[in-house]
């Protein structure tokens, strides 16, 4: 959608040292088919099995949060893909809402946040959008691998992130 619109728009990719070799591979055909203005971000201190070795909090804040936020300072407006029935944690999205760095405030869009899980599959068929190949073995939310499993709670498709013990890496929490 947003394509259509502007066609270079910054496409922000959170590289977190731990994705799936999948989620890669995707990228980067979906890049390289629609000429996408790709960024992608890094911490510039990885430390591989952070999750592991301290916590997935200290993971997180090292390879999503303090990356992602860092870069979004120099914005005014960030799209997400966010919707209400993701997550308990996420039934209050608003479509536009203000959303605060640690040094600014920005705007936060989710074009999507009424959506349902089947509006996308049908405007991805509908619009030829290839599918991350891992939905086929049953995941529903994908992030990390170390962090990602099939989901246990059927009625929460993010009930397979992080074994369950939190719903949020914390890139969609505002600063304080
Ligand atoms: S999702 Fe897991 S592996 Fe990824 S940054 Fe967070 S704790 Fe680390």
Not at 42 to 52: A, F, I
Not at 122 to 139: M, N, Q, R, S, T
Request: charged content about 25%.
């Amino acid at each position: 959608m947003l394509r259509e619109v502007r066609p270079d728009i910054p496409v922000l990719f959170l590289d977190t040292f731990h994705h799936f070799a999948e989620t890669l591979v995707y990228r980067d055909e979906l890049t390289a088919r629609w000429g996408l203005n790709l960024i992608s971000l890094q911490t510039q201190t990885p430390s591989v099995g952070l999750w592991q070795a301290e916590s997935t909090e200290a993971c997180c804040k090292r390879h999503k949060v303090e990356p992602l936020f860092s870069a979004l300072e120099g914005y005014d407006t960030w799209f997400t893909a966010l919707r209400r029935d993701q997550s308990p944690s996420r039934a209050n999205l608003q479509e536009i809402e203000p959303f605060k760095l640690p040094g600014r405030m920005i705007s936060r869009v989710a074009p999507l946040a009424a959506w349902t899980a089947r509006d996308v599959w049908k405007y991805a068929k509908d619009h030829d959008i290839p599918l991350l190949p891992l939905y086929e073995l049953g995941y529903t939310s994908i992030g990390c691998e170390p962090c990602t499993a099939i989901p246990f709670d059927p009625e929460n498709p993010r009930s397979g992130r992080w074994q369950g013990q939190k719903l949020e890496c914390g890139i969609h929490i505002q600063a304080k």
